[in-house]
């Protein structure tokens, strides 16, 4: 799995690796991390992020926001690829749902990369073809009867 070696790489490579730990070991790998530069913050939703998946070629991530957004990212150019889920707007006519209903909870990425899975807050499950790289709604799964906070493709 190309992720999981990538990430031991880099946890070798901090010098806590090579060291007895002196405190909250989180906290210090955290800082290491970004230090490091193996931690980059991107900039996109409108409301605090929820939930992020990672493409298995760790060239896409899929990031999920409590404004209704799943915004799909270039990972190595550290840029935004397209917007999967517009923002919930306050003062949109056409909206049918609250802004709390449509939080994203949860998003997953086929090991394909051609389709993600977004859980929401309205108990829905939405399944999208990314290849296109744009909105391409496959179908919408109903019938969970609270928030869908967790996915996974096998």
Same mark, same amino acid.
């Given at each position: 799995d190309k992720v999981a070696t990538s990430l031991n790489l880099m946890r070798q490579s901090l010098p806590s690796a090579k060291k007895a730990s002196t405190g909250d070991d989180v906290t210090e790998q955290a800082e290491e991390w970004i230090d490091a530069g193996y931690t980059k913050l991107l900039r996109g939703h409108d409301l605090t992020p929820t939930c992020v998946a990672l493409q298995g070629s760790g060239q896409t991530a899929i990031s999920g926001s409590k404004d209704h957004s799943v915004l799909m990212w270039d990972v190595e150019n550290e840029k935004r690829a =397209?917007?999967?889920?517009?923002?919930?707007k306050k003062n949109d006519p056409n909206s049918t749902v609250s802004r709390t209903e449509g939080e994203v909870?949860?998003?997953a990425c086929s090991d394909d990369g051609h389709?993600?899975?977004?859980?929401?807050r309205d108990a829905t499950?939405?399944? =999208?073809?990314?290849?296109a790289g744009r909105n391409n709604l496959v179908k919408t799964f109903t019938g969970h009867k609270g928030p869908v906070t967790c996915l996974c493709f096998r």
């Open positions: =397209f917007t999967l889920c517009s923002p919930w909870l949860s998003v389709y993600a899975a977004v859980g929401r499950v939405s399944i =999208f073809d990314i290849r």
